[in-house]
């Protein structure tokens, strides 16, 4: 047997034991994915095998942190794709503004950045006290860190950038202070945002939302895997309430595709028929 099928064979191995043991459930990840980010671990593991790794990865929730910080995709930036945020804050608030209280999910918010950036628009835009966010992952120890609000303080310069691009109305630093070479987000943000674990692929829905934000995650997902969430996304959405995944994702072909329909253009921003009760 040639040695990639054998790692192949490890991997299959691995995932089946981690979802017995830690029930996180990586069988309709994309193969492609899982297996690039598995052996990436891998090499810098210092295991001989990935046999090896197993035993230790499954009696030791710390080695299975490791395993899960290489498997899990936690990139993520204040105000990514700006002309996205620019679209959300000209054609989704209006939307929102009419509401007494509005109730957001970010589903995959990894370290936090995008939901920050979220809570910041929302607050420009007049909905301060109006408004609760959920932030979700499946990652513990990405989420401490989303909760805690403290990023490198050189990224400030690229953030702020972003900001403005997106139509910021004010300074950006005024959301932040300044400590050694840290930004601490200000804790009336902080405050705004529930930061909970999340399981996509297992876990179920977070009751009635206005606005769903879950971008640059289906990429990763199996098909199957894309309609359950999608259909999760569908359950949670009242009639007239937003979706917004990645620039590289879209409704085309799902199963929920006919009860939505695209805001703006290539935005990947979409709004749920109020027929939709009547559609099931």
Same mark, same amino acid.
């Given at each position: 047997?040639?040695?990639?099928?054998?790692?192949?064979?490890?991997?299959?191995?691995?995932?089946?034991?981690?979802?017995?043991?830690?029930?996180?459930?990586?069988?309709?990840?994309?193969?492609?994915?899982?297996?690039?980010?598995?052996?990436?671990?891998?090499?810098?593991?210092?295991?001989?095998?990935?046999?090896?790794?197993q035993g230790a990865?499954?009696?030791?929730?710390?080695?299975?942190?490791?395993?899960?910080?290489?498997?899990?995709?936690?990139?993520?930036?204040?105000?990514?794709?700006?002309?996205?945020?620019?679209?959300?804050?000209?054609?989704?608030?209006?939307?929102?503004?009419?509401?007494?209280?509005?109730?957001?999910?970010?589903?995959?918010?990894?370290?936090?950045?995008?939901?920050? &950036?979220?809570?910041?628009?929302?607050?420009?835009?007049?909905?301060?006290?109006?408004f609760r966010m959920?932030?979700?992952?499946?990652?513990?120890?990405?989420?401490?860190?989303?909760?805690?609000?403290?990023?490198?303080?050189?990224?400030?310069?690229?953030?702020?950038?972003?900001?403005?691009? &997106?139509?910021?109305?004010?300074?950006?630093?005024?959301?932040?202070?300044?400590?050694?070479?840290?930004?601490?987000?200000?804790?009336?943000?902080?405050?705004?945002?529930?930061?909970? &674990?999340?399981?996509?692929?297992?876990?179920?829905?977070?009751?009635?939302?206005?606005?769903?934000?879950?971008?640059?995650?289906?990429?990763?997902?199996?098909?199957?895997?894309?309609?359950?969430?999608?259909?999760?996304?569908?359950?949670?959405?009242?009639?007239?309430?937003?979706?917004?995944?990645?620039?590289?994702?879209?409704?085309?072909g799902r199963g929920?595709?006919?009860?939505?329909?695209?805001?703006?253009?290539?935005?990947?921003?979409?709004?749920?028929?109020?027929?939709?009760?009547?559609?099931?």
């Amino acid at each position: 047997m040639e040695p990639e099928e054998l790692f192949d064979i490890e991997i299959r191995l691995l995932l089946t034991g981690i979802r017995q043991v830690y029930g996180y459930d990586f069988t309709d990840y994309s193969e492609a994915s899982i297996r690039r980010r598995i052996a990436q671990w891998f090499v810098s593991s210092g295991y001989p095998s990935l046999s090896a790794a197993q035993g230790a990865v499954l009696r030791d929730r710390e080695v299975f942190g490791s395993l899960l910080r290489g498997i899990t995709v936690n990139v993520s930036e204040m105000f990514r794709d700006p002309a996205f945020f620019k679209a959300l804050r000209e054609h989704v608030v209006p939307h929102l503004k009419t509401y007494p209280f509005v109730k957001v999910w970010h589903a995959g918010c990894a370290s936090g950045e995008e939901a920050y &950036s979220l809570a910041i628009l929302l607050e420009e835009e007049g909905l301060k006290g109006r408004f609760r966010m959920y932030a979700t992952d499946i990652n513990d120890e990405v989420l401490q860190n989303a909760r805690d609000g403290i990023f490198p303080l050189k990224e400030m310069q690229r953030y702020t950038r972003n900001y403005q691009l &997106s139509g910021g109305m004010g300074a950006f630093s005024d959301y932040y202070s300044a400590r050694y070479d840290y930004a601490i987000m200000m804790k009336s943000l902080r405050d705004r945002i529930v930061f909970a &674990s999340h399981n996509l692929a297992v876990d179920s829905d977070f009751g009635e939302m206005h606005l769903i934000l879950c971008r640059n995650v289906l990429i990763y997902f199996k098909p199957a895997l894309k309609e359950r969430v999608l259909g999760l996304f569908d359950t949670c959405l009242m009639p007239g309430a937003f979706l917004c995944l990645g620039l590289k994702e879209a409704l085309s072909g799902r199963g929920i595709e006919a009860r939505y329909a695209e805001m703006v253009p290539r935005m990947r921003i979409y709004r749920k028929s109020y027929g939709q009760e009547q559609q099931r």
